[in-house]
């Protein structure tokens, strides 16, 4: 399948037609290794939701409280990532290579500095990030100290980041993924070795999954540095040139990933604070709605990761077939694209809906939580369709370098919708009521992105 994907991918800078079947292969060659990825991912979230709560529900409610501010920090990583591997996607549909390699070495620079900036701030904020998210004494200091832990390893979160998604563009989704799942093989023993055999409890959690980190980001640079066909760049000797071969950014790279990350990285920074608000919302319910709530989100993820794995194939071949100036060929992998991906994430929502008890159980031995979280998890099962629609949707986009207008529509859908209607349902329908607001907006949002996609204005080139 990977020789296949990538003969297919050689069609776009080739300019060659495709048929409608090898569209859909190519497509599909390209997410399956990213959908086993991301649900490996959401395997080792399970395990290590599973290994702290049976450590009880203050572990549980700890890690909870911090959790959607390390999201936030992840999609402000992940936004400069993009700023620079999506410019590297249009190269390579350009059959500009040395620009590629040349916007590769720039951002290894800018990553790195960017990881040192929010890395130092994490840390000087997290004495204080649990009491300004409404927690109480009895959780503060475990959801300091795994904070603190976790964002000690950012820098290696950010440069795996970077590498993944420069292979991922240049159409090798193989190597990261099977990365990513040595990545949580790695997590779950080392969790098992730092909370269980040494005794660390929730300090524990954070190490481990700090060193998978480490480990992934090395190998992950190793491939794309060493190892990559394109884009490796000490394996081949191009013209010594300072302006090609210099790490130092140049204004015309930077201006360009800022123009495509700015974007995005307001897009997280501002979701990511709505998602903080949402956890002041939670909050007061008690520990048993704050456990809830987070176990309930793992178990979710595993129902929206193969959508996540689908829009990364979808950023890559319109990042490529938009660089190409293939207009058609873009299009029609777009509207492909989201099909499949609403056809795979309305399964995943079925299944969520009629197994939710037993994926709580799995996490979690504490009835309450149970059962509460079941009630979440089919609240939220009539809106993955579209959550299909909006992840998908926004990967194309993202491809093609439209970032600031979904964007914006994506936080008027969350603050406008979201947050007014999960304050309002909270008080009187708990935390069922929150996870009805959710089900609302995110219905709400995939359906805009799709009048959007269908218009056809992400196309124009920027």
Known sequence: MKKEGTDLLSYIREGREMTQGEKLRLIISLSIPSILAQISATVMFFID??????????????????????????????AVNMGFSVQVAHAIGANDFERARRVLRQSLVCSLLWALLTTLAALLASPFLPFWLGGTEEIAHDATLYF??????????????????????????????????????????????????????????????????????ALMLYFLLVRSDILGIYKRKEKRDNSWQSFRPCKDVVNIAVKIGAPMGLQHLLMGGAQVVSTLIVAPLGTIAIAAHSLAITVESLCYM???????????????????????????????????????????????????????????????????????????????????????CNGIFVGAGDTLKPAVMSLLSMWGVRLTLAAILAGTYGLPGVWTAMAIELTFRGLIFLIRLFHGGWMRKK
């Not at 777009?334 to 079925?350: E, F, I, K, P």
């Not at 309450?368 to 009539?382: K, Q």
Request: proline share 3%.
């Open 306 to 392: 193969p959508g996540y794995g689908i829009a990364e194939a979808a950023t890559t071949l319109v990042g490529q077939s938009f660089g190409a100036g293939q207009q058609v060929l873009t299009r029609s992998f777009a509207r492909t694209s989201v099909v499949l991906g609403m056809l795979v994430m309305t399964v995943m929502g079925v299944l969520m809906w009629g197994f939710a008890p037993e994926l709580m159980m799995v996490l979690t031995p504490v009835d309450d939580i149970i059962a509460v979280g079941s009630d979440c998890l089919r609240i939220e099962a009539f809106a993955e369709p579209m959550f299909a629609a909006a992840i998908v």
């Open 148 to 217: 603190a832990i976790f964002s000690a390893f950012g820098i290696f979160f950010q440069m795996e980041g970077l590498a993944g998604s420069m292979l991922k563009c240049s159409g090798n989704m193989k190597i990261p993924s099977a990365l990513n799942i040595l990545m949580c093989g790695m997590d779950v023993v080392f969790n098992y070795l730092f909370i269980y055999i040494l005794g660390m409890g929730v300090a524990g959690a954070a190490i481990g999954t700090g060193v998978s980190m480490l480990i992934t980001a």
């Open 49 to 78: 939701a599973s290994m702290v709560g049976h450590l009880g529900a203050r572990a549980s409610a700890a890690i909870g409280l911090v959790e959607t501010t390390g999201w936030m920090m992840g999609g402000l990583a992940s």
